[in-house]
C-alpha cells in the first residue's frame, strides 16, 4: 500500500524560511511527478509546485522566487523549501505524487502538514 507523509510543518515567522518534506514508501514501481498543493481556511485546495522526474520544475506566481521544489529518487523524497513565507502563505500543505504501485500510474495524497506564518 502506497503511502505519502509529509513532516517540517509547523509556526515560522514572516520572513524566515521552513523546509517540507514528504516520504513515499509502500510497494512503488516508479515515482512520475511530484508536488505541493495548498489549502487555507475557507478556500480551494491550490496547486503550489511541481517537479518531474527528471527534475523539471513550475510554480505557481504566488510563490515564484521564494519556494523551491526538489527532491531525491533514490529516497523517494520530495521537499519544499520556504523562504520568506508570509501570512498569505499559511495553509495546510499537502504532497502529491503519481506513483505507479504495479496497475500503471495513479495519483496520491498526503494527509497534509500545517503551516502558520506568523509575528
Known amino acids: 500500500q502506497v503511502q505519502l507523509v509529509e513532516s517540517g510543518g509547523g509556526l515560522v515567522q514572516p520572513g524566515g524560511s521552513l523546509r517540507l518534506s514528504c516520504a513515499a514508501s509502500?510497494?512503488?514501481?516508479?515515482?512520475?511527478?511530484m508536488g505541493w498543493y495548498r489549502q487555507a481556511p475557507g478556500k480551494q485546495r491550490e496547486w503550489v509546485a511541481t517537479?518531474?522526474?527528471?527534475?523539471?520544475?513550475n510554480y505557481a506566481d504566488s510563490v515564484k522566487g521564494r519556494f523551491t521544489i526538489s527532491r531525491e529518487n533514490a529516497k523517494k523524497m520530495v521537499y519544499l523549501q520556504m523562504n520568506s513565507p508570509q501570512p498569505e502563505d499559511t495553509a495546510v500543505y499537502y504532497c502529491?505524487?503519481?506513483?505507479?504501485?504495479?496497475?500503471?500510474?495513479?495519483?496520491?495524497w498526503g494527509q497534509g502538514t500545517q503551516v502558520t506564518v506568523s509575528s
Open positions: 502529491q505524487a503519481n506513483i505507479d504501485a504495479g496497475l500503471g500510474y495513479r495519483g496520491y
Open positions: 509502500g510497494s512503488i514501481f516508479s515515482i512520475g511527478n
Open positions: 517537479i518531474s522526474s527528471c527534475g523539471n520544475t
